[in-house]
């Protein structure tokens, strides 16, 4: 079962910041916050990920709250494009038997014109 | 670098054949995840292999199907006798053993298997 809770559904004008909202109160400790997204049809695009620290790349920035509970997915300056389902997800890093993605239901996320 | 590479990308097969999936990781990953996607559902793991290794099988089917990652060439899920309720997207990951920072898993496109 997925870890995380994230609301069905949002949507965000082109071009404006699109916050997506993830819980994760039972996290633990050796547990990173991964986000993925799958465009329609298409396979899972991995996005960002971090333990504690607030991170940055060239798709988004995530943030994590400093009791790692919670966490938002931030994309700057949505597009159309970027209209997709959204997953956000508790993963142990490495390769044990522990390691593997557990898909939720994700968040729809709706860029309108 | 190449990405997760999957083919067929779109197989169709009638009901009691054979369908063979392939999938090459990442150049330098060694450790591959199968996921399957029902038509408007969400994605379920199935199988997690290393090099020769099965990990985790625990997402899958007890018959029929089976997964193999040898230690030459891509990794291979099989269907036998298929029936239409396969009838799916079967996405292949794969990842580096590495843990500092949290590897990434990658995803393949997927294979659309049809069964008629």
């Known amino acids: 079962d997925a870890k995380t809770t994230q609301p069905p559904s949002m949507d965000c004008a082109e071009g404006r910041a699109a916050n997506l909202p993830c819980n994760h109160s039972t996290i633990s400790g050796n547990e990173y916050v991964y986000w993925y997204r799958q465009i329609h049809s298409q396979g899972p695009q991995y996005i960002i990920h971090g333990l504690k620290n607030n991170e940055t790349n060239e798709m988004a920035s995530l943030i994590i709250t400093e009791d790692r509970k919670s966490s938002t997915l931030i994309l700057p300056h949505a597009t159309l494009r970027d209209t997709a389902v959204y997953y956000c997800?508790?993963?142990?890093?490495?390769?044990?038997?522990?390691?593997?993605?557990?898909f939720g239901k994700g968040i729809t996320l709706s860029v309108r014109p | 670098n190449a990405g997760v590479m999957q083919n067929p990308r779109h197989l169709v097969r009638r009901r009691g054949q054979e369908a063979r999936l392939r999938c090459s990781p990442m150049k330098g990953h060694s450790h591959v995840y199968w996921y399957r996607q029902l038509p408007e559902e969400g994605l379920k793991f199935m199988v997690y292999?290393?090099?020769?290794?099965?990990?985790?099988e625990s997402g899958m089917p007890k018959e029929r199907f089976s997964a193999e990652f040898p230690k030459e060439g891509p990794s291979i899920l099989r269907i036998q006798q298929v029936v239409r309720g396969d009838s799916a997207a079967y996405f292949c990951?794969?990842?580096?053993?590495?843990?500092?920072?949290?590897?990434?898993?990658?995803f393949g496109e997927g294979s659309w298997l049809t069964v008629v």
């Open positions: 997800i508790v993963r142990v890093a490495g390769t044990g038997a522990n390691s593997k993605l557990t």
């Open positions: 990951a794969s990842s580096t053993t590495g843990v500092a920072s949290g590897n990434t898993i990658y």
């Open positions: 292999l290393q090099k020769e290794n099965i990990i985790d």
